[in-house]
């Protein structure tokens, strides 16, 4: 009963999505908040995004009622049809113009005329939220040595980080440029430049502060790649002699 909906809002596997099956329920909860609704900023997601915490449910009949969901908790066909029916609308309202000029008559000539595509991309089948992508994800971040986290796809995206900047071909060809050599700055003997009263909060402090000198560092680096690329255009003008004027 939900299959076009599904579908209408590109969701994996809607074949395969079964209303009485808990994880399946919870997986698709999680997938209209992250990509369609977005109640939540995504760093207030954490709770229903949880849904291995015993308080999932706690979490998940707040985020009903924040939403002013008619429905009861309970009736889960009932909620998923009217989440399922909110996010067509929000979708709609993202992309007026896409869909205004749509009609059932054009839909079904394109679906005629289009040609059938196999998808090959193994990606596309993945399931993001299921135990065992969890496990691959903390699994090869404890090979890598990161600490996990207890949202996977952050301990991903650290892990992303890492094989980029620490594994990829230049890295390992040119170790010396993006492996920094000798000894490691003492940022917890460093003075935070005043005192919380706490040694944990002050530790935490002296950590942000090296971050955001890091992302200052970051910026600079790509405003002066920005000021060479201009000056690479605008120092080295063409001469157009049959306008017998200079530059470009």
């Given at each position: 009963m939900f299959r076009r909906k599904l579908r209408a809002l590109d969701y994996m596997n809607p074949e395969s999505f079964d209303v009485n099956d808990e994880k399946s329920f919870q997986d698709l909860i999680v997938w209209l908040e992250d990509q369609k609704i977005r109640h939540y900023k995504i760093e207030d997601r954490g709770d229903i995004k949880a849904i291995d915490s015993k308080d999932w449910n706690t979490a998940y009949k707040r985020y009903l009622g924040e939403l002013n969901c008619p429905a009861s908790p309970s009736e889960r066909a009932a909620v998923v049809d009217w989440l399922l029916g909110l996010?067509?609308?929000?979708?709609?309202?993202?992309?007026?113009?896409?869909?205004?000029?749509?009609?059932?008559?054009?839909?079904?000539?394109?679906?005629q005329s289009a040609p059938k595509v196999v998808n090959t991309n193994p990606l596309d089948s993945l399931d993001f939220q299921s135990a065992e992508f969890r496990d691959g994800v903390n699994n090869l971040a404890k090979q890598l040595n990161i600490t996990p986290h207890p949202d996977h796809l952050v301990t991903l995206r650290a892990v992303s980080k890492l094989i980029q900047t620490r594994l990829s071909t230049d890295a390992l060809q040119n170790p010396g440029e993006h492996v920094h050599q000798g000894k490691a700055y003492p940022i917890f003997e460093a003075d935070l430049g005043f005192d919380t009263g706490d040694s944990v909060l002050n530790n935490a402090g002296k950590a942000l502060r090296l971050m955001y000198i890091h992302d200052l560092r970051e910026l600079q680096t790509k405003i002066n790649?920005?000021?060479?690329?201009?000056?690479?255009?605008?120092?080295?003008?063409?001469?157009?002699?049959?306008?017998?004027?200079v530059g470009r």
């Open positions: 996010s067509v609308r929000f979708e709609y309202g993202d992309n007026v113009e896409k869909y205004k000029s749509e009609t059932a008559e054009n839909v079904k000539n394109r679906q790649e920005c000021i060479v690329a201009v000056q690479n255009i605008t120092a080295n003008p063409k001469t157009d002699t049959k306008l017998g004027k």
